[in-house]
């Protein structure tokens, strides 16, 4: 291996150094041009497990604003005898917020869609189709794999 900075063989282990905020593997001499960085701590099995199962969490289904929600929004609202001021108070939104949406010429988020839901106690989320085929039984959808794909070809005769 090579220095980065001279090039000159390093003879041993390259030291990692940060010049200028970028890090690179230099030779004992040119590591004198940054600060040498420290070898990370090694992590005890106890971090290594809770990051893994931070990083293996199930995936949370994807939801998407019904087509007549605007509707929905204003006769929940109605009913319930609030103004708009009233629903704007109840989920911490402003009036001209509330009125976008009664509209339609505004699409809720996630987020206030589950404020609104929770306030008028309607349904505006649904979930995608995508998610519910991935809900329903793998015996009644299956999607194709590479390997799926890397047999065909092969039967084919194209590979």
Sequence with gaps: MRCEI????IIGTPLKTKIE???MLTCNECSKF????????????????ALRRRTFRTKEPDYEVVEDFNVLIREAREKKGWSREDLGEKV??????????ESGRMIPDLKLARKIEGSLGIKLLEK???TLADEMDGS???RATIGDIAIIKR???NY
């Design 21 to 23: 905020s970028s890090i």
């Design 92 to 101: 911490y939104e402003k009036v001209s917020v509330i009125n976008r949406l």
């Design 6 to 9: 001279c090039g000159k063989k």
């Design 140 to 142: 009644k959808v299956k």
């Design 128 to 130: 995608t189709p995508e």
């Design 155 to 157: 039967n084919k005769g």
């Design 34 to 49: 940054g600060k040498v960085q420290k070898a990370p701590k090694p992590t005890s099995d106890r971090r290594i497990s």
